[in-house]
Every structure is written in structure tokens, then in C-alpha cells.
């Protein structure tokens, strides 16, 4: 063929990859891999096959991990992780540093193990995986020389339970142990059963720069070994990138078990092109979004949402765009699309898009060869209905869908109830981030996507997860701020009957729930009986279930109360406590009458906490992080929605002061649940809020038995997130239940933390009320 002819045709010569190297190391592992435990590999146990999805042969035999396998890991990783602890931030970081060193040293070897292991493009694995695994590595080297000043006031969890997917194999493996490891924990780490090889090829590369025993252990298996790993008793914290299903199954298996958790999970991204838009290069940016990775990417944009003006001659292009992929062969440089992972992950792609299929789509599809290969697939004609639109197919499958105006295209993207990434495309900026703060997910790129750095965190809101993992976020994943322990007790049932007790002689008081701006009778039509410790002080009203969902509903309509500036906030909670001082002895009497032991003093320090918090509602800012060139990456702290928060028992009016303040101060709006035995402490505040200016339904109060009051606020598939001072057993119930909608949860037992000190004010707070929003907008021509 002559150099005319090939111009003419632009046809791709074959360009493979070497893989002898590859597949000599792996001849020298034929009887199998075991473990890495304690700083060396195990003897290969029972085993399991290992595939080359692309050419549908057995490449490994890896290790079944046992509950054993599981405990001698997690024993070495205890063994190690004091001294690791102990190291000087700098001391870290050399080791940190030396591993990203000579994964670069062995990133051609990594990049084509990658590639037969997972079956995506040598490209891919060469030019994008194992460039971000150095950097990660380069990057919290960085932060392990630095932490001590930049974490104050945290501290290491320990032993981390790390539990990855097949996707990104050796990127998520460093998205896990790079903070872990940065931060002072040790780590045991489960590869995905379908890919695990790069991280034993990991495991040999820690020997080889000399990280001390123990630090590092991997442990293979299947579902049945993560399982060993998240529930093990000696695990401090939790860390899981997988489905929406799995992760649900691991909140409610370690709830009550004290274990942090960050869970990075499923999404159906929005891509959404605006009829200003760039369409050429929008086109490309679909290519970079749904067949990057032959979709298998959690975050790929699977949702094209285009302006119905532009939609015709975008999907023209589109179509044009999908005849020149070229799907085969992962270690041929010229190939596009790769293999899918496994022929179970290739059968539930078939198996939805003939559902699609059925309920009307009609499918435009490119071409693939024979084997575990699909198609890049468009799919137009699809309601927002649809299993297409609305399930995580996780292949090279893409839907259409038109809009007409921004606010149409905005409530299109958020019909979902994912919250991971979305795209802009736009020519306009101010427009794209107008749009970008309305869209709820926890990262927006604008005229790009799938943009990744170790400087900018990436994590999801609503079921997609919580937590973050790279930047200043991912650190704090890692870190927890030093808290006292207590594990808190059950507090008995509230007595509605009428008591004996002998009336104070002036007016009588009605303590009412305070919903929506307005006090409102119980909907049960009972009160409870208050005690003092010399006999009762009142009555408070038996919330239930219907008086949360009305608390719930009226917090949802405040929403304006996030979008204000920090600054308006900030006069608002000023005003508070300037109003709560000046009936500073009213309050100081009814603590007296609740047996507080410096009722003066609580009320002080409650006023000192209004003023805090309303400095930090203009301060606690975001970032913007240092990554990519030509990029402008926003880190955007946003209030969660609507928390529900569950108050301290002791110190009734600080405790829900300090619990409500911070959360307000973010831009959430509140259902708050005050101490069940000092509740009138929490009522006598409606006053006060009312004449403090804050908008109807930012705060809301109902008071009632604290257990079933917390359930129904942790069932509520409303409500974003809870805040639970109680019991172990509420606090097991709570984070279970929680699980529905996978809400962030913060349990702590009551009476474990002294409000009045240093432990009742600090900016952990203020974490813990918001998520991080990255943006990442480029810029230059």
C-alpha cells in the first residue's frame, strides 16, 4: 500500500505492544500468588483463575483469601502501625517517595500487566493510569512532609480496610494507599477479584524500596474476603469504590462498630451541551466520557443531555464520530475501545440495553469483534424513564436526550439519584457555572471531563457516596480530629400521663414543636412530663413520625438559606447570640430548674459559640487546588441539605447550640432533636430564633423520645446527612438506617464529650456540615 493510498483511507497499521516481559513474570507465578502479609507473600492457598478478558485465557492463579488470610493481615498491619505513626512527617515522605519513583521506573511493565489483566487500551493504562499513580504517590509524599502543619488537631485512624474495583485497578489501589499511608495508618487492601494483579506487581514494588513489614498487605479473594475485611474488629476505618448495592451492605455491616467510612460509588452522569457549545469539540469530549475505558468508569458521562436546537446536527457528528473507534485488541496502540473486564460484567450490558431496547430506544452501535467486546453504543429515543437513563450500565453505552432551556437541562440532570460528575458545554461561561453549582454532583467539569489529579479531590453526593479521595479533602478522609470516647446509654420512655407535681404559681407555659417558622402542636396530641432534680419542671410535646416529616418537608423549602452569602449568615448568628444575651438570666434560670450544675456559664459559653460560628460562616472558604495546567479547579465547600441532628443530653442549651450552629453556619437548614430529659431548654429558644431573623424553617425542633425521633430522620430518604449523640444501640440503628439513601452520619455516645471545653467548638464541625463541590474550568484558547 502506498503513503497516497494510506492518506486516502487513513486506515491504522497493527501496532502492538510487547508483552513478553509481562507474560515471563507471570510464567515465573505459575503455581500461583499468595498474600502479601508482614512485608512478604504467603504460600498460594486455595486458588482462583485469573483471565485475560480479551483473549479469553487463564493469565494467573491467585489466592482465595480466608478469615485467617484475613486476621494475620490485619495483626501485621496492628503490629506496624504505631512506629509507622510515630515517623516524622518527613520520614514518610521519603518512603512515599521512593515508591512513586520506581512505579515510574516500572510503569511500562505495570501499564501492559494492567492491559491483559483488565483488557482496556494500552493508551489508556500507558498514558493515563500510570502517570496518576506516580503522581498520587509524588503528590502525598507531599502531604506527609506537611501534615503536622496543615492537620492540626487530627490524628491517624490506625489499621484502614481498603476494598477496590476492577475499573482502574492500579489507580484506585494508589487513590487508597497514598492518603492512608500520608496520614500515619497502615493498610490492608483487597483487589478486585476479576484484577488483581497489578496490585501483587504493587505488592513486590514495597519490597522492593523497603517499606517497613506490615505497612502494606494485600490480601485477593472474592466477596466473601471483603467482607472479612470491612466487619474485622481490628479495622479503625473503612474504605470501599464500588456499586451503590455493595456499599449499602457495608454501611449496614459495620454500623455501630465506631469504624470511619468513605464510600466512593455508582453514578449516571450528566453531559450536558448547551446550543452555544463547541459541538466538534463536545463530540470528542463523549469519546472521553462514556468510551474512555469502554464506559466502565463510574463517573463516565453516560447521560447526553443536548440543547434540542443543536440536537440534530450533534447527533450527526456524533454518529460519524463513533464509525472511526476502533474496538480490539487492548495491547494494539490504534485501538479505541478495549475489552469488557468479564464476561458476567459483558452479559449485564447486553441484558440492560435489551431492556432499553424494549421500552423503545433505538440503538446506533459501532463495531466489535468476536469475544468479550461491546460496541460503542448511542442510544436515542430514550425517556428519562428509562433503564438506560436511570441504571449504571457500566459499558460503552451512551444516551440522547433534548432539552430546551437551562433550567429544563438542569432538572434532567438531576433526575437521578446519583450525585457523582457531570459535564458542561458551553461558550459561556458565566452560564456553565451558573449551571455547575445547581448540578448535584460532587465534580463538574466545564468544556472537558474526566479530568483527574491527585491535587483535586473526586467523590460523589447522594448514593453516589460521601468522602473524598486526592486534595486537602482526601487527606481529612484519613484523619480524624481527636475526640473523647463514651459509649452513652438509652434513655427511658417519656411518661405522657399526668404528674403530681404542684404548679410554680405564675402563667403556665405551652412548650409547642417549632416547624416551619411556626410552633405547632404535636401531632401525637401528647406532652411528657420534664423532670427536675426537684420534681417536674414541665411539659414538652411527643413528636412522632408525622411531626418529623413535617419538620423535614419545611427544612427541604428553606433551601434559599444556602444560597445566601457566609456574610448574611454570619449576621444572622450574630443576632442570635446578641438576643440570647440579652435574656442571658431567663435561661440561667431554666437550666437552675434542670439541675445544670453552672447554669451561668453554660449560657456564656453558648453566646461565645454564636459568635464563632457566625466568624467561620465567612471564613471556612474553599480552594482553589493546584493541578492541571491551564486549569482553574474550585474547591467549593457546599452545606449538605437538610441535617437532622440529635442533641447531647447534659447541657441542654450548649449542646444544641454547639450542634445546630455549625450546621446553620454552612447553609444547612435543621431537624433538630433537643435533650429528651432537658428539652424546655430548647423551646425557650423559638423565641429567640424568631426575633434573630433566620428564615422560616432553618431551624426546626421536635422534641420526644430521642431513639425513635432519630430513626425516622435516619429513614428519611430527605433528609442528607444526621448528627446522633446517644446510645451504641441508637447509634447502630442510626447508621443502618442510614443506608437507604446513604445520608452521611456522625454518632458519638452522649456524655463522652464535655461541651463546655475545647472538645465542643472546633472546625471538625464544620467538616462534618459540609461536602466538597471541584470544578474544574480550563481556560486559554
Not at 197 to 202: D, E, H, I, K, R
Not at 209 to 233: C, F, K, Y
Not at 537 to 552: F, Y
Not at 713 to 728: K, T
Amino acid at each position: 500500500m502506498s503513503i497516497q493510498d494510506i492518506l486516502q483511507t487513513m486506515d491504522y497499521g497493527p501496532a502492538p505492544e510487547d508483552s513478553s516481559i509481562v507474560r515471563d513474570w507471570l510464567a515465573r507465578h505459575e503455581e500461583g500468588f499468595g498474600h502479601f502479609i508482614g512485608g512478604a507473600f504467603t504460600a498460594p492457598g486455595e486458588t482462583f483463575e485469573v483471565q485475560d478478558p480479551a483473549r479469553g485465557e487463564t493469565i494467573a492463579r491467585v489466592s482465595q483469601g480466608t478469615a485467617s488470610d484475613v486476621d494475620a493481615a490485619v495483626a501485621a498491619a496492628r503490629k506496624a502501625q504505631p512506629a509507622w505513626a510515630k515517623l516524622s512527617g518527613h520520614e514518610r515522605a521519603r518512603h512515599l517517595y521512593a515508591i512513586a519513583r520506581h512505579v515510574q521506573q516500572h510503569a511500562r511493565f505495570l501499564a501492559v500487566l494492567e492491559t491483559i489483566d483488565n483488557g482496556k487500551p494500552i493508551r489508556e493504562s500507558r498514558d493515563i493510569d500510570v502517570p496518576l499513580v506516580a503522581r498520587h504517590f509524588y503528590h502525598h509524599a507531599g502531604w506527609a512532609e506537611i501534615a503536622g502543619d496543615e492537620f492540626g488537631g487530627t490524628e491517624p485512624y490506625g489499621v484502614c480496610g481498603q476494598v477496590i474495583p476492577w475499573n482502574f485497578p492500579l489507580l484506585m489501589l494508589a487513590w487508597k494507599i497514598a492518603p492512608a499511608l500520608a496520614a500515619g495508618n497502615t493498610v490492608v487492601l483487597k483487589p478486585a477479584e476479576y484484577t488483581p494483579l497489578t496490585a501483587l506487581a504493587f505488592a513486590e514494588i514495597c519490597a522492593e524500596v523497603g517499606l517497613p513489614e506490615g505497612v502494606v498487605n494485600i490480601v485477593t479473594g472474592d466477596g466473601e474476603t471483603g467482607a472479612a475485611i470491612v466487619g474485622h474488629e481490628g479495622i479503625d476505618k473503612v474504605a470501599f469504590t464500588g456499586s451503590t448495592e455493595v456499599g449499602r451492605i457495608i454501611r449496614r455491616q459495620i454500623a455501630g462498630s465506631g469504624k470511619g467510612l468513605t464510600l466512593e460509588l455508582g453514578g449516571k452522569s450528566p453531559f450536558i451541551v448547551f446550543a452555544d457549545a463547541d459541538l466538534d469539540a463536545a463530540v470528542e469530549g463523549v469519546v472521553d466520557a462514556i468510551w474512555f475505558n469502554q464506559g466502565q468508569v463510574c463517573c463516565a458521562g453516560a447521560r447526553i443531555l443536548v440543547a434540542e436546537a443543536v440536537a440534530g446536527r450533534f447527533e450527526t457528528l456524533l454518529r460519524a464520530r463513533m464509525e472511526t473507534l476502533r474496538t480490539g485488541d487492548p495491547l494494539d496502540k490504534s485501538t479505541d475501545v478495549g475489552a469488557i473486564v468479564h464476561p458476567v460484567q459483558l452479559a449485564r450490558i447486553r441484558e440492560l440495553v435489551g431492556q432499553g431496547k424494549a421500552e423503545g430506544a433505538t440503538l446506533h452501535q459501532g463495531h466489535a469483534p468476536e469475544g468479550c467486546f461491546y460496541p460503542p453504543t448511542l442510544a436515542t429515543g430514550v425517556e428519562p424513564a428509562s433503564v438506560l437513563s436511570t441504571e449504571e450500565i457500566f459499558g460503552p453505552v451512551v444516551t440522547l436526550t433534548t432539552f430546551r432551556t437551562p433550567a429544563d437541562g438542569i432538572a434532567l440532570a438531576n433526575n437521578t439519584r446519583y450525585g457523582l460528575a457531570a459535564s458542561i458545554w458551553s461558550e459561556n461561561v458565566n452560564l456553565c457555572l451558573d449551571v455547575a453549582a445547581q448540578v448535584k454532583a460532587g465534580v463538574v467539569w466545564i468544556n472537558c471531563t474526566n479530568v483527574f489529579d491527585a491535587g483535586a479531590g473526586f467523590g460523589g453526593y447522594r448514593e453516589s457516596g460521601f468522602g473524598r479521595e486526592g486534595g486537602s479533602e482526601g487527606m481529612m478522609a484519613y484523619l480524624r480530629h481527636k475526640t473523647p470516647e463514651g459509649a452513652g446509654a438509652d434513655l427511658p420512655k417519656p411518661s405522657s400521663a399526668p404528674h403530681d407535681g404542684g404548679g410554680t404559681g405564675s402563667i403556665d407555659r405551652t412548650a409547642k414543636l417549632y416547624i416551619g417558622g411556626k410552633q405547632a402542636r404535636p401531632d401525637s396530641g401528647y406532652s411528657y412530663t420534664i423532670e427536675g432534680p426537684k420534681g417536674p419542671v414541665g411539659l414538652a410535646g411527643l413528636g412522632n413520625r408525622k411531626d418529623i416529616r413535617n419538620a423535614v418537608e419545611a427544612a427541604a423549602k428553606a433551601g434559599g438559606w444556602g444560597k445566601a452569602t457566609g456574610h448574611n449568615r454570619a449576621q444572622v448568628l450574630y443576632y442570635l447570640g446578641e438576643n440570647l444575651s440579652a435574656r442571658a438570666d431567663e435561661f440561667a434560670a431554666r437550666l437552675e430548674s434542670l439541675g445544670a450544675p453552672d447554669a451561668g456559664g453554660e449560657v456564656e459559653t453558648a453566646i461565645r459559640r454564636c459568635f464563632w460560628y457566625a466568624a467561620q460562616a465567612d471564613k471556612f472558604d474553599g480552594k482553589v487546588h493546584q493541578t492541571k495546567s491551564a486549569h482553574v479547579t474550585l474547591a467549593m465547600h457546599e452545606p449538605l441539605g437538610v441535617l437532622g441532628i440529635v442533641c447531647p443530653t447534659a447541657q441542654p442549651l450548649l449542646g444544641f447550640i454547639s450542634l445546630v450552629l455549625p450546621a446553620i453556619a454552612m447553609g444547612n437548614s435543621v431537624v433538630a432533636v433537643p435533650s429528651q430529659l432537658g428539652a424546655l431548654a430548647a423551646t425557650d429558644l423559638y423565641q429567640v430564633i424568631e426575633t434573630s431573623d433566620v428564615p422560616a424553617g432553618v431551624v426546626n425542633i421536635v422534641t420526644g423520645p430521642r431513639d425513635e425521633l432519630a430513626r425516622t430522620l435516619a429513614q428519611h430518604d430527605e433528609v442528607s446527612g444526621i448528627w446522633y449523640i446517644g446510645g451504641p444501640e441508637g447509634a447502630r440503628m442510626v447508621e443502618a438506617e442510614s443506608a437507604g439513601n446513604l445520608k452521611q452520619t456522625w454518632t458519638e455516645g452522649d456524655g463522652a464529650r464535655d461541651w463546655s471545653g475545647a472538645h465542643g467548638q472546633n472546625k471538625g464541625f464544620l467538616h462534618r456540615a459540609t461536602q466538597v463541590k471541584n470544578i474544574w474550568v480550563p481556560y486559554g484558547e
